[in-house]
């Protein structure tokens, strides 16, 4: 388990509501088909910056990486889980989503 600083969550935020909303639709694979029937990704709780199933890690120059876990209309939060990466100007991208 690790926290998410608070200075990184904006920017991982804007990344997972364009994941929830089916912007990043090459990274729905694993969600479409989680459970037999697919899931539905709902907006994410403040919960996952503090989850025991979130692990963050800082590197000495600013960048980071990490793993949050996904919340679905069905479960809070589901087996998904969404790998990010945090440049050194802070820029996020969710890298991968998959069950854990």
């Known amino acids: 388990m690790a926290t998410v600083p608070i200075r990184f969550r904006d920017a991982l935020r804007v990344e997972l509501e364009a994941l ?3 912007e990043r639709p090459d990274l729905l694979t ?3 088909e989680y459970g ?3 899931a539905s990704l709902v907006r994410q709780p403040e919960e996952i910056w503090t989850h025991a ?3 963050f890690e800082e590197r000495p120059d600013g960048s980071a990486f990490g793993v949050l876990p996904l919340w679905t209309a069905d ?3 589901s087996d998904l889980s969404a790998e990010f990466r945090i440049d050194a100007g802070g820029a996020a991208t969710i890298e991968d989503v998959h069950v854990l």
Do not use: I, K, M
């Open 53 to 55: 199933g979130t692990d």
């Open 30 to 32: 694993w969600v479409r």
């Open 20 to 22: 929830v909303v089916g």
């Open 36 to 38: 037999g029937s697919g």
């Open 75 to 77: 479960e809070s939060p």
